[in-house]
């Protein structure tokens, strides 16, 4: 009996490592406008709303992106534009917000 629900427990880390995969997702502006972006494994890559700079987001818990606490900054030059990720799994897509910077 316990070796068995040892196995749920592993089963349901896996599934939260599956789910956290971004690789090929669809990605779009808070709009619902296709966005030029590179998703692979937990990492994505887009360009600043503002400035045009690079942004990576991260879409794990408490990395940069992940949620209004921990926004991906952008490091263009007097840009200071935040981002947060907002993912859908089901329909392997995501969505990336633009928030307020931290004052
Ligand atoms: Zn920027």
């Known amino acids: 009996m316990r070796k068995n629900r040892n196995l749920g427990i592993f089963y ?12 090929n997702f669809d990605v779009f502006d ?5 966005l ?9 890559a887009f360009n600043c709303f503002e400035c045009g700079h690079p942004v ?6 408490n990395q ?3 949620d209004e606490l921990h ?13 947060v990720l907002q ?3 089901n329909m392997k897509k995501m969505s990336i917000h633009k928030i307020n910077p931290k004052t």
């Open 36 to 44: 030029l972006a590179d998703a692979q494994g937990n990492n994505i």
């Open 56 to 61: 990576i987001a991260i879409a794990r818990d």
């Open 30 to 34: 808070e709009n619902g406008n296709v």
């Open 71 to 83: 926004p991906a900054e952008c490091k263009g030059e007097n840009c200071s534009a935040s981002f």
């Open 12 to 23: 349901l880390i896996v599934f939260i490592e599956v789910k956290l995969r971004i690789t």
């Open 64 to 66: 940069k992106g992940s």
């Open 87 to 89: 993912i859908n799994t």
